[in-house]
């Protein structure tokens, strides 16, 4: 009788997956949205029945997404296949939302790699020089509208600053990837554990923000970063992954300060405004701000500054 369920659940589910590939790929008005409803199939099949009948779903879905679309519809499924099941094991396994959000995030990667992958050696498209020839575009046209309203002096040195900036955004691609991949579980998951509070009358959801708590290793692994970076060249392969890891890892630390506020204001019974205005004023003014909410972040992390607070409460 499961067995029997396990092939019922699997069909209904591929053919669920299968029309949401047909809306992503031929419906462009509803691709992005696809994109985030795409794995939940496969998270609700690896959450009911674990990891090695989800890799076989995965395989049967790759098989009907070449015949019933084209090859190169194939990464998507890949991509979303791998971050569905990854999302759906953690959930199986009774593991944290955070817990779970991170082996989204690594399945996604993998997926994501993947798609690198194939796109550099069957498409043979090389995805640093178009991003780079897509930036360059865009940098020559902003240089010509700065000729047509009379600042053709300063287009020379602003032209060397841009050309700076594009060669930063190109060396820091991977963490573009990593971001995307972390959009990518948060969403996914957000989505699928509605559906499967819904269908399953479970109660999954993310804790508060106020309570994101990322480990202490997070800051060893940024101080680590930042003393190499001065030791190291300011070029080449050795500079650009620490960059990544700086970049990364900074990013982590700033969100971790957000949520500090969050929970500051909720602990001292301020209005929700407070946070959410602090929000949106680091993101206008993040030259000061920024690094102001990262450092905060860091001593939450460091220091347990929110047990301090609550043990002094």
Do not use: C
């Not at 301020?270 to 946070?275: E, G, K, L, V």
């Amino acid at each position: 009788m499961n067995q029997s369920r396990k092939m019922t659940d699997g069909a209904l589910l591929l053919a669920i997956f299968m029309v949401l590939v047909f809306i992503t790929v031929f419906v462009p008005v509803l691709s992005i949205f696809g994109m985030f409803v795409l794995p939940v199939p496969f998270v609700l099949y690896a959450s009911r029945y674990g990891f090695k009948p989800s890799l076989l779903m995965l395989a049967v879905a790759l098989v009907l997404t070449v015949i019933l679309t084209t090859f190169f519809t194939l990464p998507l499924a890949v991509l979303m296949g791998i971050g569905g099941i990854a999302i759906g094991g953690a959930i199986r396994k009774g593991l944290s939302p955070y817990e779970t959000w991170a082996r989204g995030t690594l399945g996604f990667i993998a997926g994501l790699l993947f798609v690198f992958v194939f796109s550099q050696i069957v498409l043979s498209m090389n995805w640093v020089e178009e991003f780079k020839v897509m930036l360059s575009d865009s940098l020559e046209m902003s240089m010509s509208v700065m000729e047509q309203f009379g600042a053709a002096e300063q287009t020379e040195e602003m032209e060397e600053m841009l050309q700076l900036q594009v060669e930063t955004i190109i060396d820091l691609l991977p963490v573009g990837f990593a971001l995307s991949a972390i959009i990518l579980a948060f969403l996914s998951q957000w989505i699928s554990y509605k559906f499967i509070n819904r269908l399953e009358k479970k109660q999954l959801y993310f804790p508060a923000f106020r309570n994101l708590r990322f480990p202490t290793s997070i800051i060893w692994v940024y101080f680590f970063a930042l003393f190499f970076s001065f030791l190291g060249p300011d070029s080449g392969f050795y500079y650009m992954a620490l960059q990544n890891v700086l970049v990364l890892t900074g990013l982590l630390m700033t969100l971790q300060g957000f949520s500090f506020i969050f929970f500051y204001a909720h602990h001292k019974r301020m209005s929700r405004a407070i946070p959410i205005f602090s929000v949106v004023l680091t993101i206008l003014f993040p030259t000061f701000l920024l690094y102001f909410v990262r450092i905060l972040g860091i001593i939450d992390i460091g220091f347990r500054l929110r047990d301090y607070l609550t043990k002094k409460k």
